[in-house]
Each structure stands twice: as C-alpha cells, then as structure tokens.
C-alpha cells in the first residue's frame, strides 16, 4: 500500500509560481509512474501531467504545455510539479497519483492505483 502526501499548494496572484510535492512511503517508488491530476470547482477531475519511472516520458496537458512541468527524484521518493505563469484558471484542488503497472505513461484516472488527499491551489487575479 502506497501513501501520498501533497504538499505545496497555497493562494497566489496571476503569474506567480508554485512548486508542489508528492512525497511517497509504503511502496517501491520508483516501481510506479506517477500522474498529476486537478479538479476545479463544479468540473470534472482531469490530468494536469504524468511522467514515467525512470522519468524518461512525460505528458503536459495542453493547457499547462509551456508553464508547467512534472519531475521525479527517485532517491527522495518525491515527484514534482513546477507550476509558472499561474493563471485564474488553474485553480484547482491538485492530486498526485501513482500507477503500479509497467505500461508507460497512463492519462486516464482509472490507470492509478494510489491518490493523495489533495492541495489547494488558488490563482487570484
């Protein structure tokens, strides 16, 4: 059983950056790749980025493409998001997520196996 704890989010003014934490216990990290996911208010829950094992591939939504960009340390059994030029409308209460299968880089919420509780992240404009 995987545990993940979020940390870094907080309230920020349009263009400002944010760098959050997912910091895993309980499993072999490097034996999951990792996803990036956000749900704002009254939306759907939708994948912000994913980056696989070894850090080898990554996705960015389109929406981040350019401003955001996910990493992993495997020896702090962290994975990272860089969040630049925030925006009003990347707020979002964000999740990390961990998928224990050897298949790459997975996009769908259904792929993961293990999620964090979640951290607010408010862009005021």
């Keep these: 059983q995987v545990q993940l704890v ?22 072999t990290f490097i034996w999951y790749a990792m996803g990036w996911f956000r749900q704002a ?12 094992r070894l850090g080898s591939s990554r996705f ?14 495997n020896a702090k059994n962290t994975v990272y998001l860089q969040m630049n030029s925030l925006k009003p409308e990347d707020t979002a209460v964000y999740y990390c997520a961990a998928d224990r299968r050897d298949v790459g880089v997975r ?19």
């Design 6 to 27: 979020e940390s870094g989010g907080g309230l920020v003014q349009t263009g400002d950056s944010l760098r959050l934490s997912c910091v895993a216990s309980g499993g």
């Design 41 to 52: 208010p009254g939306k759907e829950r939708e994948v912000v980025a994913a980056i696989s």
């Design 60 to 73: 960015h939504a389109d929406s981040v493409k350019g401003r955001f960009i996910v990493s992993r340390d």
């Design 107 to 125: 996009l769908g919420q259904d792929a993961y196996d293990y999620w964090g509780q979640g951290t607010q992240v408010t862009v005021s404009s």
